[in-house]
C-alpha cells in the first residue's frame, strides 16, 4: 500500500500530508484553501479536484476535519469517500468529534467493505509536523495491522484503546479533560503570580522543576511569560470545541465534572473576546479583571 489520502490540509493535516509524502506515499489531497492546495502541492502533493478523486487514488484516508457534521459530509456525501473508494481501504478518522458520531460513521459504514479507524490525535501542530503524533486507534487488531504503515508515517506512538468506532472518540475525550484543566489552572497561576510581583522567569523554573512541570504546563506558561497568544499552532476554538464533547459525553453518561466545566467557561470567554488567539490568550482575560501580566 503506497497511496494514501488526505482530506483538510490546515495546521494538522498538513503536517500529515507532509509525512506521508515524506515516507513514500504517493498522497492525494483536498483542501477548501487554495493557499493550502498550492502549498500541498509544493511539498510533493497530489492536488485533487473533488473528494471522489481523493477517494478513488487512496488506500487509505486520513480525515482531519473541524467537526462530525463535516467528517459525515466527507464520508457519506454523494460524491464521499464512502462512495468512491475501494473494498479492503481504509478511512483514518483523525478528527477530534463526539463518540456517537464516530459510532454513525461505523454504523454508516458496515457492509461497505470500507474499514473505518477511529483515531483522533494528540499533539498539536508541532507534532503534526514533525510526524510525532499521539495516535488513540480504535479498529480491530488485523485492520489496525493492515495498515500500521500509513500509520506510522505520521506518528510516533500508537495506542490501540478499543476495537470499535468511538472508543477513540472516547479516551480523546478523557484526554482534552485533563488538558483543558491543566491549562486553565496554569492561567490561573500565572496572573496570580504577576499580581503578587513573581517574575515569569521565576515561576517557570519552579513549576517546570517540580511536580507540576510538563510539556503541557511547560508550554502554556512559556507561551504566556513570552506573550505569544496567536499563531502558535493551539487555538482556542479547537479546545473549546474538545471541551465541548467531553462536556456532552459527560452528560451522556452523567458524569459529574466541575473542572472540566470551568475550563471550558474559561476558553469560552477566551474564545468570544480573543476567537483568532491560542489557547494563551485565555490568560488575557484574567489579568485584564486583575491589571497585572505575567513578563519573563
Not at 504546563?217 to 502558535?232: G, K, M, P, Y
Request: proline content about 3%.
Amino acid at each position: 500500500m503506497q497511496r494514501a489520502g488526505v482530506i483538510g490540509l490546515g495546521d494538522m493535516g498538513s503536517g500529515l500530508a507532509k509525512n506521508l509524502i515524506k515516507n513514500g506515499f504517493q498522497t492525494t489531497g483536498l483542501d477548501l484553501s487554495e493557499e493550502r492546495m498550492k502549498a500541498f502541492a509544493e511539498t510533493g502533493g497530489k492536488p485533487a479536484a473533488a473528494l471522489a478523486e481523493v477517494g478513488a487514488n487512496s488506500d487509505a484516508v486520513y480525515v482531519m476535519v473541524m467537526n462530525g457534521d463535516q467528517a459525515k459530509g466527507v464520508i457519506f456525501g454523494p460524491e464521499g469517500l464512502a462512495a468512491n473508494m475501494a473494498e479492503d481501504s481504509a478511512i483514518i478518522l483523525t478528527a477530534t468529534i463526539k463518540p456517537r458520531e464516530a459510532r454513525e460513521i461505523g454504523e454508516g459504514l458496515a457492509g461497505s467493505g470500507i474499514h473505518l479507524i477511529d483515531s483522533p490525535v494528540s499533539g498539536g501542530f508541532p507534532g503534526a509536523q514533525g510526524g510525532t503524533l499521539t495516535m488513540m486507534a480504535a479498529a480491530a487488531d488485523a485492520v489496525l495491522d493492515q495498515f500500521a504503515p500509513v500509520m506510522e508515517a505520521v506518528s510516533a506512538t500508537i495506542h490501540r484503546v478499543g476495537d470499535g468506532a468511538g472508543q477513540g472518540q472516547t479516551v480523546k475525550a478523557c484526554l482534552q479533560t485533563l488538558l483543558g484543566s491543566i491549562f486553565s489552572a496554569t492561567f490561573e497561576a500565572s496572573v496570580l503570580a504577576a499580581k503578587a510581583g513573581v517574575t515569569g522567569e521565576t515561576l517557570f523554573k519552579v513549576f517546570s522543576t517540580s511536580g507540576a512541570g510538563c510539556g503541557c504546563t511547560n508550554t502554556a506558561l512559556e507561551n504566556i511569560i513570552d506573550r505569544q497568544f496567536e499563531n502558535t499552532g493551539s487555538a482556542i476554538t479547537t479546545m473549546h470545541k474538545d471541551l465541548t464533547i467531553s462536556m456532552d459525553l459527560a452528560e451522556e453518561l452523567e458524569v459529574p465534572m466541575q473542572m472540566a466545566s470551568t475550563a471550558m467557561q474559561i476558553f469560552h470567554a477566551g474564545k468570544s473576546k480573543y476567537p483568532d488567539g491560542d489557547n494563551w490568550a485565555c490568560t488575557r482575560i484574567i489579568e485584564e479583571i486583575t491589571g497585572a501580566e505575567l513578563h519573563r
